[in-house]
C-alpha cells in the first residue's frame, strides 16, 4: 500500500512537472485519462478496475495503436489520483483536461465520483467512458458526453434474473429487502422488471437494517402464493434466510438471490443448493466476444501484466477491461477525439459489439441497456453453473427447485 | 390466511420474547447487584455464538454441548473481569456512570477485536435438527426454536430456584435491596459481586449460543442489537428485577412478531421503542419497578 502511495504521488509530481511541455503531444498519441484511488473507501475496487484498463492499453499498444483518419496511433493512459475523494477527483478531472490535455477520459469507480468527474468533463466538454458507477439517477441528470460501456444501472440488474423466471412460467413475485439504498433500488428495479414481464408483484416487503428473524416474513411470503422468491439482501441476512426456510419448510420453485455467487455464501453448503443468483466473470461465462479478448486470453494477459498482484482479476476488473475495449471500438469508428463525434460512434455500435462482460447496447443517455448479468445456479453435482442467457448457458435450469422434503 | 399468520406470530414472540428474556435476565442481575450498565453485553452475547462455532470447527462440538463449556469458560472471563475492570469502578464517584462508560469502550474494543480476528463475513453454525420443523395444524415451529425454548424455560427455572431458595442466590437478591446492609451481616460482598458478574457474562455466552442456533447468521457487528434489545426488555419490565426481565421479553417478542404481521419489519422496531417510551412515561420504574421486589 505505501509502495502504491509512493507511486501515485511521483505520478502525480512527475505529471506536473511535465505539464506544459508535454501538453502538445496529442497529435501522435492518443491520451486518455482517469483517476485511482490510492487511499480510502474504494482503494481497492479502483484499484481491480484500472488493472483492467492496463490489460486494454497494453494491447492496443501491442498491435500499434487504434487506427483515428487512416494513421495508427498509440494509446497512453494518464493515471492521476482522486484518494476516493469526491472534491478532489472534480478537481483532478480539470486538472487531466486543461493541463494534461487529454483527449478522453475514462471514470473512476463508483457512481459517487462518476458523478463528480462526470461534472467536470461536462463542462469542459470532453468524453467520459463509465466502467462501474450504477446509479440511475447519474444518467438522469442530461449529461451529454457520457456513456456507461460496461456497466449496467441497478434499476436493470434484476432483468434476466426475471427474463428467465419468465421464461420458466412462474407467475407471481415476492420481493424482500434491507432498508439500505442499493438493496432498495434493486428492489424497485425488480419490482418494475416484473411487472413489464407481466408477472405480478404480490409481496413488496422492507425491513431494518440489524434485523435478525426472518421466519414471518418468509412465511408472509409463502402465504402471499408467489412462486419466485427475490429477496435483494446481503450474504448474512440470506444465510439466514436460506436456513430459517429449511427449518419451516418453506419453499418457493424459484428463488433467486443477488449474493448467492460469493463465496460467503455458498459457505453454508447444500442449503445453498438450487439457488440462482448472477454474476459477470465465472470460468462458465464465455461470450461470443467481437471487440477485445475473450475469457482465457484476459485472465493470461492478467497474469502476465500483474504477476504480483494480490487478487486474482475481478469483476471490476472485467468491466473496466470492457469498457476500453468498447471505448477503442468506438475511437476508431469516431476517427476523432470530440466528445459529441465520439458520443454519436457510441450510439452507433449500440446493438453491434460484444465484450468480454457481454453485449454493449445504450441508450441517448449514455445508460447501459445490456450487459447482462448471466444468471448462474447452484447445482449440488456441478456447482455454480450458467443457465441463462442461451448464448452462455452451459446447463439447464433446475426447476422447479426441490421442495427441502424431497432433497 | 392471515388468522393463522396472527397465530403463527404471537407463538413466535412468545418464543422469541423468552429468549430474549435471557438477555435482560442476565443484564438485570449485573446491574441489580453492581450498578454496571454493560454496555459491552451484546458483544458478549456474540463472542458466545463465535465460541460455539470455533468449538464445533475445531473440536467437532455440537452447539448443545458447547453450551455448558461456553458457560463456565465465560463466568471464569466474568469473575476475572471482575477484578481487573469492575471492581475499580466502585472508586469512582459515579460508579453508574463510569460504567456506562468502560463498558461502552469496551463495547467499542470487542467489536473491533472480533472483527479484526474473525473477519467480517457472516458466519453460521452448521447443524440440523430432524426433524427440522413441527406443524400444529396450519402452524409450523422449527424443532431448533422448540428446543431453545426448552433450553430458556430450563435455565431460567435454575436461576429462580437459585435466586429464592440458595444462601448465595437470597444473598445475591439481598445486595439488590440494600447492599451496605448485606455488608454488615457479614457477607463477603465482594466475593458475591465477582460471581454475579460471572454468571452475568455466563448467561450471555450462552444467549450467544441459542441466538446463532435460532437466527442462523451472525457477524462482529450484531453486538449493539442485541445490547439495545436487552435493554428495552429491562427499561420494560424493570431495572435490576430479574423476573420483570422475563415479562418484559415477553412483551417485546410478541409485541415486535405481531407487528411484523400486522405492518413490516421497520415498523415493528418503531413500535417497540414506542413501547418502552410509554413505560419511561406512564411507569419509570418499569412494569416490575424495585418496589415489588421487596
Known amino acids: 500500500m505505501l509502495k502504491q502511495l509512493r507511486n501515485a504521488a511521483l505520478a502525480a509530481a512527475a505529471a506536473l512537472a511535465f505539464t506544459a511541455p508535454g501538453a502538445d503531444a496529442a497529435d501522435d498519441k492518443i491520451r486518455i485519462g482517469m483517476t485511482v484511488s490510492s487511499a480510502g473507501n474504494f482503494a481497492l475496487a479502483s484499484q481491480s478496475g484500472v488493472r483492467g484498463v492496463e490489460i486494454w492499453v497494453d494491447e492496443v499498444n501491442k498491435a500499434g495503436g487504434l487506427e483515428v483518419g487512416g494513421r495508427k496511433l498509440p494509446v ?59 446509479a440511475d439517477t447519474l444518467y438522469d441528470q ?72 426472518f421466519s414471518l416474513i418468509l412465511q408472509k411470503a409463502r402465504a402471499s402464493g408467489a412462486d419466485v422468491f427475490f429477496p435483494t439482501s446481503y450474504e448474512g441476512d440470506l444465510i439466514s434466510m436460506v436456513r430459517q426456510m429449511r427449518q419451516m419448510n418453506i419453499n418457493f420453485p ?25 454474476t459477470n466473470f465465472h470460468p462458465t461465462i464465455n461470450w461470443e466476444v467481437n471487440a477485445g479478448l475473450n475469457r482465457e486470453q484476459f485472465v493470461e494477459a492478467y497474469d502476465r501484466l500483474f504477476p504480483k498482484a494480490e487478487y486474482p482479476a475481478d469483476f471490476q476488473t472485467v468491466l473496466a477491461y470492457g469498457a476500453g475495449a468498447i471505448a477503442g471500438e468506438i475511437i476508431e469508428k469516431a476517427g476523432s477525439t470530440d466528445a459529441a463525434v465520439l458520443k454519436q460512434a457510441a450510439l452507433d455500435l449500440s446493438g453491434e459489439l460484444t465484450v468480454l462482460a457481454g453485449p454493449y447496447k445504450i441508450d441517448e443517455t449514455g445508460k447501459q441497456l445490456a450487459m447482462p448479468f448471466p444468471v448462474v445456479q447452484l447445482q449440488p453435482e456441478k456447482g455454480m453453473v450458467t443457465v441463462w442467457p442461451s448464448e452462455v448457458a452451459v446447463a439447464e435450469p433446475i426447476f422447479p427447485i426441490p421442495a427441502w422434503t424431497d432433497r | 390466511m392471515t388468522a393463522d399468520l396472527l397465530l403463527q406470530g404471537l407463538i413466535n414472540g412468545l418464543i422469541l420474547g423468552l429468549i430474549y428474556s435471557l438477555i435482560g435476565l442476565s443484564l438485570n442481575i449485573i446491574f441489580g447487584v453492581l450498578r454496571v450498565v454493560n454496555f459491552a453485553h451484546g458483544e458478549f452475547i456474540i463472542l458466545g455464538a463465535y465460541a460455539a462455532y470455533f468449538l464445533q470447527r475445531l473440536l467437532g462440538l455440537s452447539p448443545f454441548l458447547a453450551m455448558p463449556v461456553i458457560f463456565v469458560m465465560f463466568a471464569l472471563i466474568g469473575w476475572a473481569l471482575y477484578f481487573v475492570l469492575v471492581k475499580r469502578l466502585a472508586r469512582s ?101 465477582a460471581m454475579t458478574f460471572g454468571i452475568g457474562l455466563g448467561f450471555a455466552g450462552v444467549t450467544g449460543v441459542l441466538l446463532a442456533m435460532i437466527f442462523p447468521a451472525f457477524s462482529p457487528f450484531a453486538g449493539a442489537d442485541y445490547t439495545l434489545i436487552g435493554f428495552i426488555i429491562i427499561v420494560l419490565g424493570g431495572l435490576g428485577h430479574p423476573i420483570g426481565a422475563l415479562v418484559g421479553g415477553l412483551l417485546f417478542g410478541v409485541t415486535e412478531q405481531v407487528t411484523v404481521v400486522l405492518a413490516d419489519n421497520s415498523v415493528a422496531l418503531l413500535v417497540g421503542f414506542a413501547l418502552m417510551i410509554a413505560v419511561i412515561f406512564f411507569r419509570p420504574s418499569g412494569l416490575f419497578g424495585r418496589q415489588q421486589l421487596r
Not at chain 1, 429487502?177 to 425488480?190: R, W
Not at chain 1, 407481466?198 to 409481496?203: D, F, P, Q, S, T
Not at chain 2, 422449527?142 to 448465595?168: M, Q
Request: aromatic share 10%; no cysteine; charged share 20%.
Open chain 1, 76 to 134: 497512453e493512459l494518464v493515471k492521476l489520483d482522486d484518494r476516493s475523494d469526491k472534491q478532489m477527483t472534480a478537481r483532478v478531472y480539470e486538472t487531466l483536461i486543461t493541463d494534461e490535455k487529454v483527449d478522453l477520459l475514462f471514470a473512476p469507480f463508483g457512481s459517487t465520483l462518476t458523478a463528480a468527474a462526470a461534472t467536470a468533463t461536462e463542462r469542459l466538454d470532453k468524453f467520459l467512458v463509465i466502467w462501474s458507477a450504477a
Open chain 1, 142 to 213: 442530461g449529461f451529454k458526453n457520457i456513456v456507461s460501456a460496461t456497466q449496467m444501472p441497478v434499476s436493470r440488474m434484476p432483468v434476466a434474473s426475471l427474463d428467465l423466471a419468465k421464461e420458466l412460467g412462474t407467475k407471481k413475485v415476492a420481493i424482500v429487502y434491507v432498508d439500505e439504498p442499493f438493496p432498495a433500488g434493486l428492489a424497485t428495479g425488480a419490482e418494475a422488471a416484473a411487472k413489464e414481464r407481466g408477472l405480478e408483484v404480490v409481496l413488496m416487503e422492507r425491513y431494518p437494517k440489524g434485523a435478525k428473524d
Open chain 1, 254 to 278: 424459484y428463488t433467486f438471490m443477488v449474493y448467492a455467487s460469493t463465496p460467503q455464501f455458498q459457505a453454508i453448503g447444500e442449503d445453498g443448493d438450487y439457488i440462482y443468483s448472477h
Open chain 2, 93 to 193: 464517584d459515579d460508579p453508574e456512570t463510569a460504567s456506562l462508560l468502560v463498558m461502552f469502550g469496551l463495547s467499542i474494543t470487542l467489536g473491533a477485536l472480533m472483527l479484526f480476528f474473525f473477519e467480517a463475513d457472516a458466519r453460521s453454525l452448521d447443524y440440523m435438527l430432524e426433524p427440522p420443523f413441527l406443524m400444529f395444524g396450519n402452524i409450523v415451529i422449527p424443532t431448533t426454536r422448540l428446543v431453545a425454548l426448552a433450553i430458556t424455560l430450563v435455565i431460567t427455572g435454575i436461576t429462580a430456584w437459585f435466586l429464592y431458595r440458595t444462601f448465595p442466590g437470597k444473598a445475591l437478591r439481598a445486595v439488590i435491596m440494600n447492599r451496605s446492609a448485606v455488608a454488615t451481616v457479614g457477607i463477603d460482598v465482594e466475593k458475591l459481586s
